[in-house]
């Protein structure tokens, strides 16, 4: 009969803590023998998630339909994802983006791990040496975040992964930002100072309110 545990390990109290223990670092993980092979996950914020998973686990051992995931490398997985996914499924400006990211964010900090050791807790770490060594913007971050979350999640379709990792970070905050926007007088300086055909194209998108790709298309 196959059997597991959660542990809580803390890098604070030490490398598994015995105590109740409240530090925000400690995350939980589970281990578990598949045959004669130990086996660990790591990276649960919670012990329910960490509870939940083991109980996934479990049952797929002992129903026999148990599977090892793929190995693939993280940069390795990204360039297939990009070629195989990403290529159809959206705008070129889109997929430039997005290779972007992978090869300047994401790379950098996961290119040489196997896919299966990435965890909650290296996510997370990402995230907040983001904001505060790199500097980006909340929303920069999170629309890394909402990359990696959508690879991973491919991830697990294809086989690479038993579970998303990603799926337990939260989006950072944004604090909204007041628009910006030309009084009448303004407008009607802008008007009386362009030439055609600026100014066609600047009195559609005052009166229509249409995006930039919106009036450049039409």
């Known amino acids: 009969m196959a059997q597991g545990s959660v542990v809580k390990r803390c ?12 530090h925000k670092e400690a995350r939980y993980a589970i281990v578990y023998r598949v045959g004669k092979k130990q086996k660990w996950e790591r990276g649960f914020p919670t012990r329910h998630a960490a509870e939940r998973r083991l109980a996934e686990i ?3 051992v ?3 339909t148990y599977r090892e995931p793929k190995p693939i490398l993280f940069s390795e997985f990204a360039q297939k994802w ?5 290529a159809g499924a959206t705008k070129p400006s889109t997929f430039e ?3 972007i990211i992978i090869e300047h964010r994401l790379n950098s900090v996961f290119g040489n791990l196997p896919l299966t050791n990435i965890t909650a807790e290296e996510i997370q770490g990402l995230v907040s040496a983001s904001l505060r ?3 980006l913007a909340p929303k920069t971050v999170n629309n890394t975040l909402v990359l990696l979350k959508t690879m991973l999640m491919h991830g697990v379709r294809w086989g690479y992964l ?3 990792p990603a799926q337990y970070i939260d989006p950072l905050r944004v604090e909204p930002k007041e628009m ?3 009084t009448p007088g303004e407008i009607r300086l802008l008007l009386e100072h362009s030439h055609e055909p600026y100014r066609t194209l600047f009195t559609a998108a005052i009166l229509t309110g249409m995006r930039r790709g919106e009036l450049l298309g039409l």
Not at 11 to 22: A, E, K
Request: proline share 6%.
């Open 97 to 99: 983006t997005y290779r």
């Open 133 to 135: 060594e790199k500097n």
């Open 58 to 60: 479990m049952s797929e």
């Open 62 to 64: 002992h129903q026999g």
């Open 180 to 182: 910006s926007f030309l």
């Open 162 to 164: 038993r579970e998303n």
């Open 11 to 22: 890098p604070i109290c030490g490398n598994q803590s015995v105590t109740p223990c409240t």
């Open 82 to 86: 990009l070629k195989d996914y990403a």
